[in-house]
């Protein structure tokens, strides 16, 4: 298993060999926001009032990737305990 985060990374499996759809989700919001980010940058370096908006947009990504690394860790923590009843 590869649990390195690595943008652009498409063939990240799980342990079962099933493909990891919410790390791929999160490497995708992680790509979107570093071009986000640079887009915010042109936009301030050229006093562009899209900046605001791009700012915002990033803002959500962040949250977006915030929740789906709960939700994995989460998810994976359950799996270890159910794992270790057995």
Same mark, same amino acid.
């Given at each position: 298993?590869? %649990?390195?985060?690595?943008?652009?990374?498409?063939?990240?499996?799980?342990?079962?060999?099933?493909? %990891?759809?919410?790390?791929?989700?999160?490497?995708?919001?992680?790509?979107?926001?570093?071009?986000?980010?640079? %887009?915010?940058?042109?936009?301030?370096?050229? *006093?562009?009032? *899209?900046?605001?908006?791009?700012?915002?947009?990033?803002?959500?990504?962040?949250?977006?990737?915030?929740?789906?690394?709960?939700?994995?860790?989460?998810?994976?923590?359950?799996?270890?305990?159910?794992?270790?009843?057995?």
């Amino acid at each position: 298993m590869n %649990d390195s985060i690595i943008p652009g990374n498409s063939s990240i499996e799980g342990a079962e060999g099933r493909r %990891d759809v919410i790390l791929e989700m999160i490497l995708n919001m992680i790509e979107e926001a570093n071009q986000t980010h640079l %887009d915010i940058l042109a936009a301030s370096a050229m *006093s562009d009032d *899209s900046a605001f908006d791009a700012y915002n947009k990033l803002s959500q990504l962040d949250a977006n990737i915030e929740t789906l690394v709960r939700m994995r860790m989460n998810s994976k923590h359950r799996v270890a305990v159910h794992y270790w009843q057995q």
